[in-house]
């Protein structure tokens, strides 16, 4: 049995990732500094607290276990905090997996999984997005995670180093089995956020922007559920001996914001109380992304295509939210 390291595993995705590998025969190890994640979350009995900026204790980990590969999914995610500030987000974000990937080549481990984003692109210049369009991110969390692309691609080329990177778009929902889901600490994704305003109906949703150049004016987003996106970094972790790269995850389907009202309001038969608002900066007007890359290298293909579906999932979370 193959000791994976998740790095990271007691959040969103990474929860989610853990518990998919431990059904397929993996065990995982676990560290987190736990500033975000859940330690409710963590199916593993191996759990470790650790921060990447402390490399001592990430090398006692590696000590401890023997282990074979390493998922990454621990950053700092909030990109507004990232522009006020940056140096949190670099430290953390950079200099955190630089740290990591000391000691992994230290302790001769050579196979990665970096949970990567589409904030890496920036603003769009075509839809959809594949991996070959420019990478032009326009705050500094998407910076964060170009510049750790560029470095795995160069501990590559210098030292042998096997990756994969996965720029997810929207990651949506939650387990089917609902023993664990999506809890941010503040939540700022769309769907929480909706099914939200429905149980409180006095804390309405703020839409901001009605009139962008999409069908309802809305701005459209590619929304892909995080069981998904689980298998997703099993079939990357399966494939690390055959190749070295970047990957998009998306379902290349796009729903906007009034979309997402709608599904919910008929996943939960309850009216969302809206507040309309004017743009934000830098919100593009659409975003969703091409997946054929990731179905011709992982052999993956998203289940989750009905909106109404992933929804109701995030809806069985609110309703039996465990942390």
Request: hydrophobic fraction near 35%; charged fraction near 25%; glycine fraction near 8%.
């Amino acid at each position: 049995m193959k000791n994976i390291l998740i790095v990271g595993g007691a959040g969103y995705i990474g929860s989610h990732t853990v518990k998919q590998l431990s059904n397929s025969g993996y065990n995982c190890i676990v560290i987190d500094n736990l500033i975000y994640g859940h330690k409710e979350a963590v199916f593993t009995p191996y759990f470790e607290l650790a921060d990447l900026l402390d490399k001592d204790s990430l090398d006692r980990v590696f000590k401890k276990y023997q282990i074979d590969s390493v998922i990454h999914f621990a950053a700092f995610a909030y990109v507004g905090e990232s522009v006020q500030h940056p140096r949190k987000y670099y430290e953390n974000n950079v200099v955190g997996t630089l740290n990591l990937l000391d000691v992994m080549l230290k302790n001769n481990v050579e196979k990665i999984v970096f949970s990567s984003t589409c904030a890496t692109y920036g603003e769009p210049q075509y839809i959809p997005i594949d991996e070959s369009h420019p990478q032009e991110p326009i705050n500094p969390y998407g910076r964060s995670k170009l510049m750790i692309e560029e470095v795995l691609k160069d501990y590559h080329q210098a030292y042998g180093l096997k990756y994969i990177s996965l720029r997810y778009f929207n990651a949506a929902g939650c387990s089917k089995d609902k023993d664990i889901g999506e809890s941010h600490s503040p939540e700022t994704h769309l769907i929480p956020l909706v099914l939200q305003a429905i149980i409180n109906q006095d804390k309405p949703i703020k839409v901001f922007g009605t009139d962008y150049d999409t069908p309802d004016g809305t701005c459209v987003r590619d929304y892909i559920h995080v069981e998904d996106l689980a298998i997703a970094h099993q079939l990357a972790l399966e494939k690390l001996d055959k190749y070295s790269g970047c990957l998009n995850l998306g379902t290349g389907i796009g729903t906007s914001v009034k979309e997402i009202i709608t599904a919910a309001e008929s996943v939960t038969g309850k009216m969302c109380p809206i507040e309309y608002a004017g743009r934000r900066n830098g919100d593009p007007a659409k975003l969703f992304a091409t997946n054929n890359k990731a179905k011709n290298i992982l052999g993956w293909s998203p289940k989750y295509n009905d909106i109404k579906e992933i929804v109701s999932t995030a809806w069985d979370w609110e309703l039996n939210r465990k942390y």
